[in-house]
C-alpha cells in the first residue's frame, strides 16, 4: 500500500492566480514524478525528481516548476494559471525501476 | 524514442464476458519494464502488474492475465469473467533502464462493464 497524498483534490481558480499543488509521500522514495492528464485521458511526464534539490523537466513543456527541499515533499506551481492549464495532475513517487505509486491527483480547473 | 500504442479507445462489454486489452511498444534498449495501470472514476492510477524484458513468461493473478511477446512488442491484457468493478480506464507503460525510471503510457483503455 502506497502512502502519497495530493491537495487540493479538486481547485477551481481565477486567470492570472498563482497556485501550488502539494504531493507528499511517507515512503522515503528518492525518484518522484509529476504527470499531467489531459481531458483526454493522455499522461504525460512534465517534471521529476531523483532527491533532494534535484528537479529535471519532463517530455511535455510545461510553465510550472516545482522544488525539492525534502525528500516527502514535491510541490508543483503554476504562477499565473491560465484555461491552458486545466487538467488534472498526478504526482507519483518510485523507489525501483518504474515501479511508481501514485496519488489521487488534483483535478485543477482555470476560469 | 519509446512510444506506447493503445489502440481500443473505449471497450463496452457485458458482465462475464473475457475482454482483452492491447498493448504494443517501442523502444531501442534491451532492458526495459512494463506495467499495467488502472485508474478507476476516482481519479488515482492502480499499479497492476510489472514486468521486465527478460521475463517472457505470462502471469496469472485471479481474472487477470497477461501475455508477454516480445517478437511482435505486445503486452496484452486479459480479463475473464469481467465484473462491473473492472470498469475502469486501463493504461500500458514502458519504462526503460536508465536512473531515472520515468514511464511513457499509452493513451488508455476505457473499459466499460455492464450489468
Known amino acids: 500500500e502506497a502512502d502519497i497524498y495530493q491537495t487540493p483534490r479538486y481547485l477551481v481558480i481565477g486567470t492570472g492566480k498563482k497556485i501550488t499543488l502539494e504531493c507528499s509521500q511517507t515512503?522515503?522514495?528518492?525518484?518522484m514524478y509529476w504527470y499531467q492528464q489531459d481531458p483526454g485521458m493522455e499522461l504525460h511526464l512534465i517534471h521529476y525528481s531523483y532527491g533532494v534539490n534535484s528537479t529535471e523537466k519532463g517530455d511535455l513543456s510545461s510553465e510550472s516548476t516545482v522544488s525539492r527541499i525534502r525528500t516527502e515533499h514535491f510541490p508543483l506551481t503554476l504562477e499565473s494559471a491560465r484555461p491552458s492549464h486545466t487538467s488534472q495532475y498526478l504526482c507519483?513517487?518510485?523507489?525501483?525501476?518504474?515501479?511508481?505509486?501514485f496519488g489521487q491527483g488534483t483535478r485543477l480547473t482555470v476560469v | 524514442a519509446q512510444k506506447v500504442t493503445q489502440a481500443q479507445t473505449e471497450i463496452s462489454v457485458v458482465e462475464k464476458e473475457d475482454v482483452t486489452l492491447d498493448c504494443v511498444y517501442e523502444t531501442r534498449d534491451t532492458t526495459y519494464y512494463l506495467f499495467w495501470y488502472k485508474q478507476p472514476p476516482s481519479g488515482e492510477l492502480v499499479f497492476l502488474i510489472r514486468r521486465n524484458s527478460f521475463d517472457e513468461q505470462n502471469e496469472i493473478s485471479g481474472r487477470y492475465s497477461w501475455n508477454f511477446q516480445k517478437s511482435t512488442s505486445s503486452f496484452n491484457f486479459t480479463i475473464t469473467a469481467s465484473q462491473v468493478v473492472d470498469s475502469a480506464v486501463y493504461f500500458c507503460a514502458l519504462s526503460e533502464n536508465s536512473g531515472y525510471s520515468t514511464l511513457t503510457f499509452g493513451k488508455g483503455t476505457m473499459l466499460l462493464v455492464s450489468p
Open positions: 507519483a513517487s518510485s523507489v525501483r525501476q518504474g515501479l511508481a505509486f
Open positions: 515512503m522515503g522514495h528518492d525518484k
